[in-house]
């Protein structure tokens, strides 16, 4: 099976491709919002809280939520549901899309009754789970109190990507991925008024653990009206007859560890962070705010457009599979030309990024440092982890859950394995704080991705062909970020001395725009389509 060259040099053209990006805007669109929401929240959170024993109970408890939030919305509801879902849809068979999407939900919130009374009762065992190296008394028992209040709100998360799975199926994007704004609002609420009412480290966090769950409800409440408007009179039922439901049921559990392999190595980085000195765990979370901005905004976004439209693609295997090519070959390009200067935005300007969102307050410049030290780590896979979200799609619109579930594993070992040794053994080798050991979780998180990449690649590339990216580009794409960055290298002399949070932003803003100007220098296709849109808007 050859390649498509043709879709090669430039970006996928049609009415259909032309589609796709409109979604992926409204995705990204979305995330954005959300993502800038959730960046204010843990400002405002490292400004009262800081990296003390509160602020670490509060963020293991917290990740809970985050991981179901993530695995069910981004991760096995959209695996499992939405190709065969849309399938449906794109055949005119609506009321079997209608039974459903009413069989899913009331599955789904079955488990959310067992999953809530579960982790409410069991709180206490789950601590060495979810944060072991909480060995003093004080955090150990702050953990179990704000794991109990934070799981409600899980349960919520599992019901709202139902909402998600529904509305993306029938192209209605932005609401689903702008609904968590509202889940930010109550939680930023919260901080600022106990931190003006001068609430203690333990009971703001208190405070905003119940604040998640409001807005946990509220984001689920905000989605039901246009769920409900667009899937039509639901039938609720836990039977399992029907041959769509198996197959969602069926490819479930793979897409649920596949799919979350980045939550769940996050929640491997959280684990063993649990081991490292007092305020590892909470700057890790903030730091992870800012690496998973890229993820989310361009993996997930240009993933989760995609998915809906390659599932419905119908025709013989080769018709099928140069479609998919097509597909994959602009979409990867999308993502390299947004993701790589992410990267090495990371890596050069990292302190610079930490100091402007979270030096004040509780975070002092040493906290700046470390998480440096993260988002430097994390830039070494980057790259990796969003295109292998595109591939891990490609498979599910395939109806292929179990190769992405065996290639994660892979990854979840390499991650827990190279992990340990890069967070708690090497640091001491090397002679250097402890807390280093951070940047070691992430940089270590990031070869497992490059491992996992490859075999998503190379298993995919032998069903359907390679989706091919000219070296001209890629190296284009690499120069540019590299000429931005030495760039802003030369602005940050040149504003040194002045006012702190000025100079960062002036640093940033610099690297970002020598990056456009080359680009569009360059002559990449991608660097003229995205300033056509900014000047839509």
């Given at each position: ?11 996928l053209?049609?009415h ?9 805007i ?36 917290f990740?809970?939520?985050q ?7 981004e ?26 999407a009413g069989?899913?939900?009331?599955l ?20 060495p ?24 709100g ?6 709202s ?43 703001l966090?208190a ?57 769940i190595?996050?929640y ?8 490292l ?10 730091a ?82 470390y ?27 395939l ?50 991705g ?6 998503l ?28 960055a ?43 389509g ?8």
């Amino acid at each position: 099976m050859t390649a498509v060259s043709s879709s090669a040099d430039k970006p996928l053209d049609g009415h259909t491709a032309r589609r796709t990006t409109g979604a992926a805007i409204l995705v990204a669109l979305g995330i954005l919002v959300s993502r800038v929401f959730g960046v204010f929240r843990q400002i405002l959170t490292a400004h009262y809280l800081g990296t003390g024993g509160a602020a670490d109970a509060f963020t293991a408890a917290f990740k809970i939520p985050q991981i179901l939030r993530n695995l069910f919305g981004e991760g096995a509801m959209s695996a499992a549901f939405i190709p065969v879902y849309s399938r449906l849809l794109a055949r005119g068979e609506d009321e079997d899309a209608n039974r459903l999407a009413g069989a899913v939900f009331a599955l789904l919130a079955l488990l959310v009754s067992v999953l809530v009374l579960i982790g409410v009762i069991a709180a206490p065992v789950l601590i060495p789970i979810i944060a072991a190296g909480f060995k003093d008394p004080t955090r150990r028992e702050l953990t179990i109190e704000f794991t109990r209040i934070c799981f409600p709100g899980a349960g919520i998360f599992v019901l709202s990507a139902w909402c998600l799975g529904v509305l993306n199926s029938h192209r209605k994007f932005l609401l689903s991925y702008l609904a968590p704004v509202l889940w930010n609002i109550a939680m930023i609420a919260a901080l600022l008024w106990g931190g003006h009412a001068g609430q203690s480290p333990h009971d703001l966090a208190a405070t905003l653990a119940w604040a998640s769950v409001v807005g946990a409800a509220l984001q689920f409440v905000v989605q039901i009206p246009a769920t409900l408007a667009v899937s039509g009179r639901l039938r609720l039922s836990l039977g399992r007859k029907s041959q769509h439901v198996r197959t969602v049921v069926r490819n479930f559990g793979p897409a649920f560890v596949s799919r979350g392999v980045v939550q769940i190595s996050g929640y491997i980085d959280q684990w063993l962070a649990s081991f490292l000195p007092i305020g590892i765990v909470a700057t890790l979370s903030y730091a992870q705010s800012i690496y998973l901005l890229p993820v989310s905004l361009f993996g997930t976004a240009i993933s989760a457009a995609e998915l809906p439209e390659m599932s419905r693609a119908l025709g013989d295997h080769e018709q099928v599979a140069t479609y998919l090519r097509e597909r994959m070959t602009s979409a990867l390009r999308q993502i390299a030309f947004l993701v790589i200067p992410s990267g090495v935005a990371f890596l050069a300007l990292g302190d610079e990024i930490a100091g402007l969102l979270f030096q004040h307050g509780r975070f002092d410049a040493r906290d700046t440092m470390y998480a440096w030290g993260v988002l430097a780590g994390a830039a070494v896979g980057l790259l990796a982890t969003t295109s292998g979200r595109l591939y891990s799609s490609t498979y599910y619109a395939l109806h292929d859950t179990r190769t992405p579930l065996r290639y994660a594993i892979v990854r979840v070992i390499l991650t827990t394995i190279l992990g340990a040794l890069f967070a708690l053994w090497l640091p001491g080798v090397l002679g250097i704080a402890p807390n280093w050991g951070a940047a070691g979780l992430t940089a270590s998180a990031g070869i497992a991705g490059w491992v996992e990449f490859a075999l998503l690649r190379r298993g995919l590339s032998g069903r359907i062909g390679v989706a091919h990216i000219p070296s001209r580009f890629t190296w284009s794409v690499w120069g540019a970020a590299l000429a931005a960055a030495l760039a802003s290298w030369g602005v940050r002399f040149l504003v040194h001395g002045r006012s702190r949070h000025l100079a960062e932003l002036a640093v940033i803003v610099s690297f970002g725009l020598v990056y456009l100007v080359a680009t569009m220098a360059l002559g990449i296709p991608e660097a003229r389509g995205f300033l056509r849109r900014m000047r839509r808007r």
